[in-house]
């Protein structure tokens, strides 16, 4: 499987945009560029994926570079609640594919 | 909103006896996952699930893990004779029939802890 990269720690500001980023210069054709979080005490939860081109939804956008070797979740404004552990998974385009965790990066927000 | 149900939410058992944790997954999913975490540690895969038999499955699942959907509602998976290293946080999660999209939806975990 492809490999992601992704800084061990950051740190933010409450009220102020985040960008997490993450390589993956190994990422094939046919992987998709997938981000999930995982709060304190809870199970992993979704935030946002794509293919090519940037996408945005209400938790978040994802910033794709043009060789598709490297991107960026994109916090807006980030909240206490956002502190998290964030993942960025490369999953083939297949139903019921599974996903692989690596590290993540664990965001810590300061009010 | 539908949301993955995971019983139960702790559970301690001795070395070696048997442990079965449920899952409710989402009503009109179809792919089933358990994944476990060990505390301080990655969120590891242990299998996949789908039109009743394993679709994938890691090194972790062994001949010691089961899984099995008894009823089409409930996804459980059984741990045949714990061992101290089995002590984790167990997540259920299911998708549905969407490939790329078919975002995974977690349960909140079962905590296992072998004694």
């Known amino acids: 499987d492809a490999k992601t990269t992704q800084p061990n720690s950051m740190e933010s500001n409450e009220e102020e945009p985040v960008h997490l980023p993450c390589n993956h210069s190994t990422i094939s054709g046919t992987d998709y560029i997938h981000w999930y979080r995982q709060l304190p005490s809870q199970g992993p939860e979704y935030v946002i994926h794509g293919l090519t081109s940037n996408v945005n939804n209400r938790m978040a956008s994802l910033a794709i570079a043009e060789d598709r070797k490297s991107s960026t979740l994109i916090l807006h404004r980030a909240t206490l609640r956002d502190a998290a552990v964030y993942y960025c998974i490369l999953r083939k385009g297949r139903a019921g594919n599974m996903l692989t965790f690596g590290g993540g990066t664990r965001l810590m927000v300061k009010p | 909103e539908p949301e993955v149900t995971q019983t139960p939410s702790h559970q301690v058992t001795q070395m070696g006896q048997e442990v079965i944790l449920r899952c409710v997954p989402i009503s009109n999913h179809l792919y089933f996952y358990w994944y476990r975490q060990i505390l301080g540690q990655k969120v590891e895969f242990l299998v996949s699930f789908y039109n009743n038999e394993i679709s994938e499955k890691s090194e972790i699942f062994d001949d010691q893990f089961s899984v099995e959907r008894p009823d089409g509602s409930n996804f459980t998976l059984k741990i045949r004779s714990t061992k101290l290293e089995d002590s984790a946080m167990y997540f259920c999660?299911?998708?549905?029939?969407?490939?790329?999209?078919?975002?995974?939806?977690f349960g909140e975990g079962s905590r296992l802890t072998v004694l």
């Open positions: 999660a299911s998708s549905g029939l969407a490939s790329n999209t078919g975002e995974l939806f």
